[in-house]
């Protein structure tokens, strides 16, 4: 079956340095989008990427999506206290339900 | 954006029991919801696609006569955990998406933690 993973599962930084997360799928992906969920609550929707090497930017937030559609990129500049939680890409494969397989998440932790 | 209800929020039930978990879309119609469960410190993982008026899809793995899915109208589907064990303590979450609208954003309830004793 369809597996997303990403790396890196943890990470630690100062406040004001980068952070970037990568995602990688076993096949290739319709779309893929990101999320950020804070301790204790529920995914909260960023962005969907489509197009083969689309990048998107929200703020400090980049996006990127890879040419073969099969990974993609989440890189925040500058970071701050409220950056702090679990970032999941989820792919999506196509199909009538479009479902979404989440990936292993990787946990920022932003020190002030 | 869109609202998805997920009740209850948490909920401690003995070994044995069924517990019904319940997701709404308050203010669109999702003709398809989906349920995950997520371990402590892990990812979503997807348990079943509910499809209003028929039959849920479940993934691999799961059993579809312990975790029972019925999507009865447009907005509402419901999870039971039938005959819960321990192992079946986790926080259960539903999404939905506005399909009528082509939406890809998933909206989630706030998930429900289930304790079983």
């Known amino acids: 079956g369809q597996q997303v993973m990403q790396i890196p599962q943890y990470q630690h930084v100062q406040e004001g340095e980068d952070f970037t997360t990568y995602c990688n799928s076993s096949?290739?992906?319709?779309?893929i989008q990101w999320y950020k969920q804070r301790p204790g609550g529920h995914p909260v929707f960023l962005i969907q990427?489509?197009?083969?090497?689309e990048v998107k930017k929200q703020k400090r937030l980049t996006f990127q999506f890879g040419e073969a559609k099969k990974n993609s990129s989440l890189h925040i500049t500058a970071t701050q206290t409220t950056d702090v939680g679990t970032y999941f890409c989820?792919?999506?494969?196509?199909?009538?339900?479009?479902?979404?397989?989440f990936g292993t998440g990787t946990l920022l932790a932003v020190q002030p | 954006g869109a609202v998805v209800s997920q009740h209850p929020s948490w909920v401690i039930c003995k070994s044995g029991t069924s517990v019904k978990i319940e997701c709404r879309s308050l203010?669109?119609?999702?003709?398809?919801m989906f349920w995950y469960r997520q371990f402590p410190k892990q990812s979503l993982m997807l348990m079943a696609t509910?499809?209003?008026?028929?039959?849920?899809?479940?993934e691999q793995g799961v059993e579809k006569d312990k975790f029972l899915i019925n999507h009865a109208s447009l907005t509402l589907s419901t999870l039971t955990v039938t005959s819960a064990h321990p192992e079946d303590s986790s926080f259960y979450i539903c999404?939905?998406?506005?399909?009528?609208?082509?939406?890809?954003?998933?909206?989630f309830g706030q998930g429900t933690r289930l304790t079983v004793v």
């Open positions: 999404s939905a998406r506005d399909l009528y609208l082509g939406s890809a954003e998933a909206f």
């Open positions: 509910s499809n209003e008026g028929s039959k849920a899809t479940y």
């Open positions: 096949t290739t992906l319709s779309n």
């Open positions: 203010d669109f119609q999702a003709t398809t």
């Open positions: 990427l489509v197009k083969s090497g």
């Open positions: 989820a792919g999506s494969y196509g199909g009538a339900t479009n479902k979404l397989i």
